[in-house]
């Protein structure tokens, strides 16, 4: 089984930043793409960016130019980088790794969540 650990979260300022990290561990053979959502209160979950294997990446509009996801193999861990964030960032954020387990079984599994809240 394969567990996700999100890290990173918290309060900032309109303008300020933060990276948030999210480790994957247990029985992992491969991971391949991986990415980072948000959950707003009274919204749906949404894609803020994801990255393949080979590192290339996609954003969503609203992050283009302040976010940068970036990933660590050998750690199987995937960050992401924000910069000058809104108010309007403030969501949970939660990670997401697919891969392949040492069974051979393909996985697919989300983080716990992390608040990020933004003030004006």
């Known amino acids: 089984q394969v567990q996700l650990v999100e890290s990173g979260g918290g309060l900032v300022q309109a303008g300020g930043s933060l990276r948030l990290s999210c480790a994957a561990s247990?029985?992992?053979?491969?991971?391949?793409?991986m990415g980072w959502y948000r959950q707003a209160p009274g919204k749906q979950r949404e894609l803020v960016a994801s990255?393949?294997?080979?590192?290339?990446?996609n954003y969503a509009d609203f992050v283009k130019g302040r976010f940068t996801i970036s990933r660590d193999n050998g750690k199987n861990t995937v960050y992401l980088q924000m910069n000058s964030l809104k108010p309007e960032d403030t969501a949970v954020y939660y990670c997401?790794?697919?891969?392949?387990?040492?069974?051979?079984?393909?996985?697919?599994?989300w983080g716990q969540g992390t608040q990020v809240t933004v003030s004006s």
């Open positions: 247990g029985s992992i053979l491969r991971t391949n793409d």
């Open positions: 997401n790794v697919r891969g392949l387990e040492r069974n051979l079984r393909l996985f697919d599994t």
């Open positions: 990255i393949t294997s080979g590192g290339n990446t």
